[in-house]
Structures are given as structure tokens and as C-alpha cells.
């Protein structure tokens, strides 16, 4: 049987772990990046790397893409040389760039028109998961549009939620799990460094606050780059400006009152303009730490 033929455009940290997982489970994969670095990366994976999405493209069953938005999602498919005219007749795309529902089935639309199918399929589990094959795939669209996309579905994702038979129900999913995700970030910064401010030793805290009811899953995962003095990004504070953005969007569009998560936005816009909007989204502690004259821990030599 002929392996599956996959083209992942972005590969960033979730998409390289994307294509490093189907090649595992011996899909054949082609990957484009303008990063000329992140292309040698995949080719050591044993990966085809291409400067051009459409070169990538060429002859591919399936086409992920995963950059950072809608627009670009639009641009890489359908904009000057677009990749998706180069899939074979049947091909599917897999979209997993966050946006909003609307953007997801205008997608769909020109994807259709041009015989292939859609599958709308944000993600969620951070590049660790993506590495290991253990995302998990909120998606949606029609039955032939998940058959195509199956091998690899099944190569990147531990779960695989099937919601729905039409675009814009997984990027509506997505977008619920980014306003949580969000709001429990900056959540997590604010109580650390409350509890900083209170003379508390943060280490202890930590240890704590994650055996309590107070835990979430985003204090547990971003609090240890607090207690490192780490800000390196694994996501970065612009990615929750632009997806809380995204949430008071929709929240308007739906006359929905959304006041945690605007509060929320706010602190992701306040640590942008102070110019870490491309650091780690622990990074708020770092701001509300500046206005409150708190030390945080230092990086560790």
C-alpha cells in the first residue's frame, strides 16, 4: 500500500512535532517554513524541506498547515503560487491555526470549489504533545473530509474529537478552550505574584497550590517557568492577545458579556506594550512584578 503523502506548512514548534509524528508512524512528508532552520530540522527528521508551501504541496493526500492565523492560512492556500491547487484531486486540508468560526467556513468554501476537502481541526497540548504524537484534535467536517485525513489524524493526535459535520464548530471549540486557557494564565501570574508579595516562598506555593482546588492545568504548566526565570517562548504572550481578541470578538458579534475574559486580554495587551509580546505568556507575572516593584525569581546560571 502507497504511504500517505502529507505537506505540513509551518514548522514551528507544533508543526515540526506534527511532521516528526507522521513520519514515525511512516507517512511520507514534505514541509515548507521561510525559517531556513525549521526546514534543516525536518529534513533531519527525514523529512522534504521546501521554501515554498506550493513546492511542498505538490502530489500531497494531505496538507496541514499551521501557522498562526486565518489570514495566513488564506495566503499560504489560496494567495499568489497558494498550495492547496497542488494537492492531488481528493486531497484534504487539515486547518489548525486558531480562528474564528466565520474565517474557518469562508476557508471551507474555497476549498470546496476546488475539489478537495476541508477539515477544520484546531489543536491543543503544546509542542511536548505535538512532538509525541499526543495532541489533541478538536475537528469537524464532513464524513469523506475525515476519511482522507485519517492517517494523519491518527500519527499526531492521542484524541480525536469528531464535533460536528461542518466548519466552524472545531474552531468555535478552540476558541472556548483559548478564553479558559487565557484567563487561567493570567490568573496564575497574578496569584504568584501576589503570594510574592506576600513574603511567600514561591517553590512552596507551587508545591501547594497544585495538590489544591486552586489548580488548573496552565498553573501547573507555566508556573515552573516562573520558579526558573524562564521566558523563553513555548507560547508567546501575542498569542493570547490575538486569541482573546478573537473571544471579545465573537463575544460582541453575539451581544455576550465576556468581562473575565476581557480583563484577561487587557493583561496579555499591558505586557505586549511592555514589550514581551514575544516572550513566554508567563511573562505577565514579569509585568504585573514591574508595576508592583516584586522580585521574581532570576533565571538560573
Not at 505538490?58 to 488564506?74: E, G, H, K, P, Y
Not at 508545591?207 to 508567546?236: C, Q
Request: aromatic share 4%; hydrophobic share 50%.
Amino acid at each position: 500500500m502507497t504511504a500517505t503523502k502529507a505537506c505540513v506548512i509551518g514548522l514551528g514548534s507544533m508543526g515540526l512535532g506534527m511532521a516528526q509524528s507522521m513520519l514515525r508512524k511512516g507517512l511520507e512528508v514534505a514541509g515548507a517554513d521561510l525559517n531556513p532552520a525549521a526546514v534543516k530540522r525536518l529534513e533531519e527528521a527525514g523529512g522534504r524541506g521546501f521554501a515554498s508551501g506550493a513546492e511542498a504541496a505538490s502530489d500531497a493526500d494531505v496538507l496541514l498547515t499551521v501557522v498562526v492565523n486565518a489570514a495566513q492560512t488564506d495566503a499560504v492556500l489560496f494567495g499568489g503560487n497558494g498550495a492547496a491547487a497542488r494537492l492531488r484531486k481528493g486531497g484534504v486540508i487539515i486547518s489548525s491555526a486558531t480562528m474564528a468560526p466565520a474565517e474557518a467556513r469562508k476557508l471551507a468554501a474555497k476549498t470546496e470549489a476546488l475539489g478537495l476537502h476541508y477539515l477544520d481541526a484546531p489543536i491543543s497540548g503544546g509542542a511536548v504533545k505535538a512532538a509525541a504524537g499526543h495532541l489533541t484534535i478538536m475537528a469537524s467536517g464532513t464524513a469523506d473530509a475525515f476519511a482522507a485525513a485519517r492517517p494523519a489524524l491518527d500519527a499526531m493526535a492521542a484524541t480525536i474529537y469528531e464535533l460536528g459535520n461542518e466548519a466552524g464548530i472545531g474552531a468555535s471549540f478552540k476558541m472556548v478552550n483559548q478564553l479558559l486557557a487565557g484567563v487561567h494564565i493570567a490568573a496564575a501570574c497574578e496569584a504568584m505574584t501576589f503570594a510574592a508579595k506576600l513574603g511567600l516562598d514561591l517553590p512552596t506555593v507551587y508545591k501547594v497550590i497544585t495538590a489544591s482546588a486552586g489548580n488548573s492545568w496552565m498553573f501547573e504548566n507555566r508556573v515552573p517557568h516562573i520558579l526558573d526565570g524562564d521566558y523563553s517562548p513555548r507560547s508567546a504572550v501575542e498569542i493570547f492577545t490575538k486569541d482573546l481578541g478573537i473571544v471579545g470578538d465573537m463575544g460582541r458579534d453575539e451581544k455576550f458579556p465576556m468581562p473575565v475574559a476581557a480583563t484577561a486580554l487587557q493583561m496579555f495587551l499591558m505586557t505586549a506594550a511592555a514589550g514581551m509580546g514575544k516572550d513566554d505568556d508567563a511573562s505577565v507575572a514579569r509585568m504585573i512584578a514591574k508595576i508592583t516593584g516584586i522580585e521574581l525569581p532570576k533565571p538560573q546560571v
